[in-house]
């Protein structure tokens, strides 16, 4: 629901999948009059600004799938709430949930149904530079929307447990951008999948009853935005997950590093020994491996179903001289092993600080793989094998003060250190006095990341 999504609609890639990964299907479905019915004793006149009337949420989890229900009802008094959210996204992994759409229409004032078609909409990608993520966007416009109507959602996402590479996590933020009238959210598990449970949210109070929780909110204010903030950082949100400790994490995130290490390791030692080509200083070999990494292996994501969070062959990527941040930090990993230096993967969470709001443990905050190790010294370096234009003594600016996992034994999320400064600067100045005056002045200045 952001204005970004309505310049997205220029930028549509199509989605190449074998089966439609989005069904149509008014099944379970509402009937259009008990919503019609709940939407008319709303008092419009009362509301100013673009607001979200209601939204049911509703998910039941066993072990083999998870079904997330969703229902919700938005209200536009003016123009500017039709310009600018009028268009909607729904978010879903294709490689492991079917999403199914049971209704999409706009309610006019007059009280006419204007349903949404279905050839019209929309499938793109979600991955952005140096982050993973197999999620899709399924984006579409609502109908023939007018200044004082309704928009109304309903749609079905499954997602299949028993293929999944990460731990089963679900987050949900009852505040928004916009304000909320109604928030309800219930959820079900069964005996056999237990789940835990906490909710850091002012706004909603939840009771917890033994494979049951429901959480309810009434009149909840919009969040203030700010773009220097990160939205995990500042809001409470209600979560559930299935483990119970980070160091769960850690060994499930490492058994799918250690994949793309399962090679023969004399291939990597071999193209070591070339591109060093006698070199004998430790620093110099590592910042040869880094520029090798981070400028000649081409970053292109690569995180589609199988390897969301898997990287691919250590090989494979050398080969193919392309690869994700999971693909380039394992080819980091393993070239710097073969140099004798002793290295581990670090998750990273690019949109989170506060590691006092990750209360449950799960692999999903990580979007972005980043390698530290340990120097002769006794010190541990981090560094980022995408970062193709700094030193490998500098972690990227962007991942800087990040929420992080270490996969180590007895692993806990950290903050990467932070630089003081962004870029600093040196400067070199001669200055030369003559007994007929003094000399033209030069200096020399240079900018360093």
Not at 249 to 254: G, K, P, Q, S
Not at 310 to 323: C, D, F, Y
Not at 336 to 348: F, T
Not at 374 to 391: I, M
């Amino acid at each position: 629901m952001k204005k970004i999504i309505i310049a997205c609609l220029l930028c549509i890639n199509a989605l190449a999948h074998a089966e439609n990964p989005v069904k149509w299907d008014k099944t379970g479905a509402l009937p259009i009059e008990n919503i019609q019915q709940r939407l008319a004793a709303i008092d419009v006149k009362s509301i100013k600004e673009f607001t979200e009337i209601f939204i049911d949420i509703s998910v039941d989890k066993n072990a083999n799938q998870s079904v997330q229900k969703i229902r919700r009802a938005y209200y536009f008094p003016d123009t500017n709430a039709v310009q600018n959210y009028g268009t909607d996204s729904i978010g879903f992994n294709t490689g492991l949930e079917q999403l199914k759409i049971l209704r999409i229409v706009s309610i006019t004032p007059a009280g006419k149904v204007r349903n949404f078609n279905p050839a019209e909409l929309k499938i793109n990608d979600t991955n952005s530079s140096n982050i993973f993520s197999s999620t899709k966007n399924a984006i579409f416009t609502y109908p023939g929307l007018e200044v004082g109507g309704f928009a109304v959602l309903e749609f079905e996402v499954v997602r299949n447990l028993q293929q999944q590479e990460s731990d089963w996590f679900r987050e949900f933020y009852p505040q928004n951008v916009y304000p909320r009238q109604d928030y309800q959210l219930t959820f079900n598990w069964d005996q056999y999948s237990p789940v835990q449970f906490s909710n850091d949210n002012a706004h909603v109070k939840c009771e917890q009853h033994e494979y049951k929780v429901h959480c309810s909110g009434k009149n909840i204010p919009k969040a203030e935005s700010d773009n220097n903030l990160f939205w995990a950082d500042q809001l409470g949100s209600i979560k559930f997950g299935e483990l119970q400790s980070w160091s769960q994490i850690a060994a499930r995130a490492l058994d799918k590093f250690a994949v793309s290490q399962q090679v023969d390791q004399k291939i990597i030692a071999r193209f070591v020994n070339q591109l060093l080509a006698g070199e004998t200083d430790l620093d110099k070999k590592i910042s040869i491996i880094h520029e090798f990494v981070g400028q000649k292996v081409q970053y292109i994501s690569l995180s589609e179903h199988g390897n969301s969070y898997t990287p691919h062959s250590v090989v494979r990527t050398l080969q193919k001289r392309m690869g994700d941040c999971k693909d380039k930090t394992a080819l980091f990993y393993s070239m710097l092993n073969a140099i004798g230096v002793d290295a581990y993967p670090m998750l990273v969470a690019t949109e989170r600080r506060k590691v006092s709001n990750m209360q449950l443990p799960s692999m999903t905050y990580f979007d972005h793989m980043i390698i530290c190790f340990k120097l002769p010294q006794g010190k541990t370096a981090c560094s980022d094998p995408t970062n193709y234009f700094s030193d490998w003594r500098y972690i990227s600016p962007y991942i800087q003060d990040r929420a992080a996992l270490p996969l180590i034994t007895g692993a806990k999320p950290v903050n990467l250190p932070a630089n003081e400064y962004r870029w600093f600067m040196k400067v070199k100045t001669e200055l030369t006095f003559l007994q007929n005056g003094p000399a033209p002045f030069r200096a020399g200045l240079r900018a360093v990341a």
